[in-house]
């Protein structure tokens, strides 16, 4: 809209008889945000070099336990050894996103921006969304009882991560609490203290700054990074996250959430393919841009997943 003028003033705007003003479009298009993920940081790939080449399944050999007996001298060995066995996990892949563009030749030369250079970015990144979203609210179903659950803790029993009608309210009080219970629930399972990873939805990061969070004494750093330019840190060793590809979960009258922690031993995923392609369109003068990206994910040591199921206070 140009400027007001007086009754009977010529208009000179771009929306005028004359436009002698002209209408700029701007070169660059305008910045897009973007759901951040976080499946490449809480999961391994230790496996994706297997199924690279040929395949559509890798077979993960576990380790066996070995009995410990007493020993006394003199004791016959013979009856206390032990051939092991150990059971298999299946890696499929079996999974695949696309995303199929295309534009006209004409468009394609007469557009003053490179839309299918602009298109293609924005297809790549929303494949990466897509495959978080479906891991994220996929991977909760795999963690076991020991890990879940109003008595969680596969030694004690005494951690509540909540059920379906009571789930744990977090609140700017006890956010921090909570986090600490499940550090205890997996180092139960005797989880190492490094590669462990907890994805706070993003309403429990907020309560979290609020509170204790804050001070720099808790996340060990001085300087206070956490709150100074948005780096999640570390709290309880957990490497955290904040995300916002959880789905809420409808339990009556609430919406809870199944908060997902863990250990990275505990999800491996692996990408076969990944192709993208342009090319003319037999049945236009246009050009087609596809992207295709097959791949698979398990929970490989459910031990090493725990899962939190709660509703902000």
């Not at 897009?32 to 395949?55: C, D, H, P, R, W």
């Not at 990144?125 to 909760?140: C, H, M, T, Y």
């Not at 629930?185 to 490094?194: A, G, R």
Request: glycine share 8%; proline share 4%.
């Amino acid at each position: 809209m140009s400027v007001n003028r007086v009754a009977g003033y010529p208009d000179l705007s771009s929306s005028g008889a004359s436009v002698y003003t002209p209408q700029i479009y701007a070169m660059e298009l305008l910045e897009k945000f973007y759901l951040s993920t976080v499946f490449a940081q809480i999961s391994n790939s230790k496996y994706e070099g297997s199924i690279s080449k040929q395949g559509d399944k890798v077979i993960i050999r576990t380790r066996p336990d070995v009995t410990i007996f007493d020993y006394v001298k003199g004791m016959s060995l013979r009856e206390h050894r032990q051939t092991p066995e150990s059971s298999t996990v299946e890696l499929l892949i079996d999974k695949a996103k696309a995303y199929a563009l295309n534009i006209d030749d004409i468009d394609k030369i007469q557009n003053d921006i490179d839309a299918m250079a602009a298109w293609a970015e924005d297809g790549g990144k929303q494949l990466a969304i897509s495959i978080d979203r479906s891991i994220l609210n996929a991977i909760d179903a795999d963690a076991p009882a020991a890990n879940t659950g109003a008595t969680a803790g596969a030694i004690s029993a005494s951690y509540n991560m909540g059920v379906t009608g009571t789930p744990v309210v977090i609140t700017k009080a006890n956010a921090l609490d909570v986090i600490q219970d499940m550090c205890s629930v997996i180092s139960e399972q005797n989880c190492p203290d490094t590669d462990r990873w907890l994805v706070l939805p993003e309403w429990w990061f907020n309560l979290l700054n609020k509170g204790d969070l804050r001070r720099a004494d808790v996340t060990g750093d001085q300087t206070n990074k956490v709150i100074r330019n948005g780096y999640k840190g570390q709290i309880s060793n957990f490497d955290l996250y904040a995300s916002n590809n959880y789905a809420g979960v409808t339990d009556g009258a609430m919406t809870c959430w199944n908060v997902v922690f863990g250990h990275k031993s505990a999800l491996t995923f692996a990408s076969q393919l990944i192709k993208n392609r342009t090319f003319p369109d037999p049945d236009s003068f246009a050009t087609i841009m596809d992207g295709l990206q097959v791949y698979g994910y398990e929970v490989v040591k459910p031990t090493s997943l725990g899962v939190c199921y709660a509703v902000k206070g």
